[in-house]
């Protein structure tokens, strides 16, 4: 049996890369917006 290192296995079975943390100040009155892919649905 042959042991496949992370480099060789295919992509669906390697880890996901974590996303790197931002933070952002606000004061009091500002607000920020998540951009995403998808629209909300009605459920």
Do not use: H, N, W, Y
């Not at 992370?6 to 607000?31: F, K, M, N, Y």
């Amino acid at each position: 049996m042959q042991l496949l290192k992370a480099a060789d296995q295919c992509p669906e079975q390697r880890p996901r890369q974590q996303s790197a943390t931002q933070v952002v100040p606000l004061r009091q009155g500002e607000g920020v917006i998540f951009a995403v892919r998808e629209r909300p649905a009605e459920g």
